[in-house]
């Protein structure tokens, strides 16, 4: 049979010739699946995420990233999201129901916080706010379905007793979800980071930081090494449809293959940035979790065991700099952009004040603006040098 050039065009064989061997493995995009024969159809287990039979549901693109994501993390099994906050999403909307409390670190991811009073207020979740660092008044409740952690926290840092916060969960009975995006599966093993091998039962982690590298791509993930909980996970994931391009995780994969260099290598500036910070007028306070002052600081040399941390210092400036004279400092900057996120190339500078972020007393932070810097890979002596010029627009007090 002779067909027509646009149809011989759109026919020609696609298959990859088996002898062909790269480096990076073939990339497949796909929303359709083509089965085989009608048997094939027939017999599809939609459930069984390697029975291909839609892209919803993922091709061995995206698998292939999602079981990298889940060995770097200590897990077992791992669902991809198109952002971390997508990630956070199935998590919530696949544990908590009406009636049900989560219990959330007051240092959490912001947006974190912002999507669950969404849920308080138009689904009947009730949302409980805990000081991570007061592991004695920690107490979840019998109403108690999910509780959020992160170490370290965002924007202050603090590092949390990851042991005892999770000692007293497992007492409860209560879901334990970690955002690991800070420490990558990299700083500590999420699922068994103590003596007695104890560990989250979930984590989240934005794929967008460290594993793209780039600042150019979104991506989230969740990793269990529990298989009930992947399976509920699953079907949330497939019902609403939440799925990621072969593309993104084809330029992710790629990527990871430098991730623990990048992540060794941003630390490593971070701590000579961090040490030239503390000996600055201007900054009454600087966060990181290796500063021996930060809060946490013994439970992070606990957990990370080879003492490793993400690129993020924040610094709180004298309360006398009002809010005029810190966007002259930030503004001021060349090296330093401008910008949400973390994780990329190129450093970046953020601002914030604390008194509208925080719903608890935080009696350890001092009151000043604070600054955040995330640590890119430039050489160190150059975002020194640049820091050092800024902080000369600010007024002498
Ligand atoms: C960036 C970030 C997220 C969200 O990731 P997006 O891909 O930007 O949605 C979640 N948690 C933490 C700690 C983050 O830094």
């Known amino acids: 049979m002779k067909n027509n050039a ?49 892209g919803t549901h993922g091709t061995p693109t995206t698998f292939t990233l999602s079981d990298q994501i889940a060995q770097i993390e200590g897990g077992k099994y791992c669902l991809l999201a198109p952002s971390g906050l997508s990630a956070i999403n199935l998590v919530n909307s696949c544990f908590l129901s009406h009636g049900d409390e989560v219990w959330v670190a007051d240092n959490i991811y912001g947006p974190n916080m912002h999507h669950l009073r969404h849920l308080e207020s138009r689904y009947g979740i009730s949302v409980k706010v805990y000081n991570p660092m007061d592991v004695e008044s920690f107490q979840p409740s019998k109403r108690a379905k999910l509780i959020w952690l992160e170490a370290a926290g965002s ?79 699953f079907q949330i994931h497939a019902l609403q449809g939440i799925c990621v391009s072969g593309d993104d995780s084809a330029q992710i994969q790629r990527s990871l293959a430098s991730m623990r260099m990048r992540y060794a290598h941003q630390a490593e500036s971070t701590l000579k940035i961090l040490n030239w ?26 957990v990370c065991s080879s003492a490793q941390s993400a690129g993020l210092v924040s610094v709180i400036f004298k309360a006398a700099y009002d809010l005029t ?40 932070l001092q009151s000043g603006i604070l600054v955040r810097f995330c640590i890119g890979l430039e050489h160190a002596d150059d975002l020194i040098a640049d820091l050092k010029q800024a902080l000369q627009h600010l007024p002498l007090l």
């Open 325 to 364: 004279a810190i966007r002259k400092f930030c503004d001021s900057l060349q090296l330093f952009k401008l910008g949400f996120s973390w994780g990329g190339p190129i450093s970046l500078v953020m601002l914030y004040q604390l008194n509208e972020m925080r719903t608890l007393e935080s009696d350890h």
């Open 277 to 302: 910070l503390q000996q600055q007028e201007p900054c009454v306070q600087v966060l990181h979790p290796a500063a021996p002052d930060s809060a946490g600081h013994s439970y992070w040399k606990e």
């Open 6 to 54: 646009q149809t011989e065009l759109l026919h020609a064989e696609r298959k990859a010739p088996q002898y062909i061997s790269t480096v990076q493995p073939p990339l497949f995009r796909a929303s359709t699946i083509i089965f085989q024969n009608t048997d094939a159809l027939f017999n599809r287990h939609w459930s069984d995420p390697y029975d291909y039979s839609y």
């Open 155 to 233: 924007v202050t840092l603090e590092f949390p007793d990851l042991v005892g916060l999770v000692n007293k969960a497992k007492t409860a009975h209560v879901l334990t979800a970690l955002d690991n995006t800070w420490g990558a599966g990299l700083a500590f093993n999420a699922f068994d980071f103590s003596e007695q091998h104890l560990g989250v039962d979930l984590t989240i982690h934005a794929l967008t930081k460290y594993p793209s590298g780039g600042a150019d791509i979104l991506m989230g993930s969740v990793v269990t090494q529990n298989k009930e909980l992947y399976q509920q996970l």
